[in-house]
């Protein structure tokens, strides 16, 4: 009987895996290995704002939108806006309708004063001074005394009105005489002036005595008034205050204090 082979010796463990099949001769591409699909992340954490700003604040800060734009404002932004640009018109209607009165009568004031001065043409009074009369003058004076002045002096001053529709009111007031010198004037009394009305187109006369005792002067002053005096060469001045009024027809003016001065020269 035939003796048997041999049998081989055993291949390794490692060996004995199957070889990969080679690829076919068909062209095809190879199967791409397996990756694991990334991680997925957790998504980012949004911070909201401490404190939201307030709906008002930003009603009245936003700008208005185009016109034609596509947003549309809020009704109560719409509100407002048409408030304030009613109230804008009607204040600035208000002021022009105000200056426009105050213009007009203005402009109608000066037209009626202009009409009123061609009409009547008033035209202030005249005053005249007539001669003082009396005149008494007495210089009392010693060597152991300053002179002294004793006077009594009587003015009378006539007034003409020239306007035929305007009159004249006078109040009550006061008269002054003085002596008239360089070196100052020598106050020599007073008097009071009653008042009266003075017509148009008519003739009105001031009189009163002034008075005074014991009015002490400088000697040089006493020596001019002695000599002046005795030429009849001095001069005086008299001063009339009083109130004034002008009335014409039913219409009558306040009183106004003038003051009306005449010289007479030595």
């Not at 690829?23 to 954490?45: D, E, I, V, W």
């Not at 203005?106 to 043409?121: D, V």
Request: proline share 15%; charged share 20%; aromatic share 6%.
């Amino acid at each position: 009987m035939a003796e048997k082979p041999p049998l081989p010796p055993k291949a390794p463990a490692a060996a004995a895996r199957p070889a990969p099949a080679p690829a076919p001769a068909t062209g095809a591409r190879p199967a791409p290995p397996f990756k694991k699909p990334p991680l997925a992340q957790p998504p980012p954490q949004v911070v909201l704002p401490l404190k939201p700003p307030p709906a008002r604040q930003y009603l009245h800060h936003q700008h208005p939108p185009p016109p034609g734009g596509a947003r549309k404002q809020p009704a109560r932004y719409r509100q407002q806006q048409q408030h304030r640009r009613g109230g804008g018109c009607s204040c600035r209607r208000a002021c022009c309708l105000a200056a426009g009165f105050a213009l007009l009568a203005l402009c109608l004031a000066l037209a009626a004063a202009c009409l009123a001065y061609l009409y009547y043409r008033p035209r202030p009074p005249s005053f005249h001074l007539q001669p003082l009369a009396p005149v008494r003058l007495r210089l009392d004076g010693n060597a152991s005394a300053a002179p002294a002045l004793d006077t009594t002096v009587g003015a009378r001053a006539v007034s003409w009105n020239p306007n035929a529709r305007v009159a004249f009111r006078y109040g009550g007031g006061e008269g002054r005489v003085a002596l008239a010198d360089a070196d100052g004037d020598v106050a020599l009394g007073w008097a009071p002036v009653a008042g009266f009305e003075h017509a148009p187109r008519s003739v009105a006369a001031v009189a009163f005595v002034a008075a005074a005792r014991g009015v002490v002067v400088d000697e040089a002053v006493a020596a001019r008034v002695r000599d002046r005096y005795r030429r009849r060469q001095q001069g005086f001045r008299v001063v009339v205050d009083t109130r004034v009024g002008v009335r014409v027809g039913p219409l009558r003016t306040g009183m106004v204090p003038p003051s009306s001065s005449c010289a007479i020269p030595p």
